[in-house]
T-cell receptor
Framework: DAGVTQSPTHLIKTRGQHVTLRCSPISGHKSVSWYQQVLGQGPQFIFQYYEKEERGRGNFPDRFSARQFPNYSSELNVNALLLGDSALYLC???????????FGQGTRLTVV | EDQVTQSPEALRLQEGESSSLNCSYT??????LFWYRQDPGKGPEFLFTLYSAGEEKEKERLKATLTKKESFLHITAPKPEDSATYLCAVQGSGAGSYQLTFGKGTKLSVIP
């Protein structure tokens, strides 16, 4: 069975640019969440989507946005990139909003 | 606001030397407490979910327990391949209840 897949695995961007990260959940899972993990810290919640609707949003600026498609895949968009946005971005899928979350391998974003 | 504190930050063990990792939490109504294992540069790997005080779960050399204020991850006779960062997370039933709140993790090193 395919797990959670994220693309790309690595990405280098310049300050001020825009980035789109993609996530495909486990088959049958309808909820996708996004987390940001900086080095030495635990993952920090950004968004949760369930059945294509936003169900939760963490303490991140409006430069961060996301959406979920009819096939339950998801995109995370970040505008006007800052050096501080450099991190491992993790996608997690779960069957519903309060069941176990399974993470993908992450996208390592470096902003220079 | 949900909070999770993990201790110690780092732990070095000799192969076969059993020990425990601690996760202290404050949460507005616990929906679930989750343990994950994370290898460097990779996404967290799900280990256990605990729902109520007194609950215990085991998997190979790992055993997770839960009280009303903390959880322990007991590692019995660890092997070098158990080396990783172990993350604890809670999901509460208050505002923002869909998110997982993570601790910073305990970095475990098992020396042959």
């Amino acid at each position: 069975d395919a797990g959670v897949t994220q693309s790309p695995t690595h990405l280098i961007k310049t300050r001020g640019q825009h980035v789109t990260l993609r996530c495909s959940p486990i088959s049958g899972h309808k909820s996708v969440s996004w987390y940001q993990q900086v080095l030495g810290q635990g993952p920090q919640f950004i968004f949760q989507y369930y059945e294509k609707e936003e169900r939760g949003r963490g303490n991140f600026p409006d430069r961060f946005s996301a959406r979920q498609f009819p096939n339950y895949s998801s995109e995370l968009n970040v505008n006007a990139l800052l050096l501080g946005d450099s991190a491992l971005y993790l996608c997690a899928s779960s069957f519903s909003t309060n069941t176990e979350a399974f993470f993908g391998q992450g996208t390592r974003l470096t902003v220079v | 606001e949900d909070q999770v504190t993990q201790s110690p930050e780092a732990l070095r063990l000799q192969e076969g030397e059993s020990s425990s990792l601690n996760c202290s939490y404050t949460v507005s109504g616990l929906r679930g407490l989750f343990w994950y294992r994370q290898d460097p540069g990779k996404g967290p790997e799900f280990l256990f979910t605990l729902y109520s005080a007194g609950e215990e779960k085991e998997k190979e050399r790992l055993k997770a327990t839960l009280t009303k204020k903390e959880s322990f991850l007991h590692i019995t006779a660890p092997k070098p391949e158990d080396s990783a960062t172990y993350l604890c997370a809670v999901q509460g039933s208050g505002a923002g209840s869909y998110q997982l709140t993570f601790g910073k993790g305990t970095k475990l090193s098992v020396i042959p």
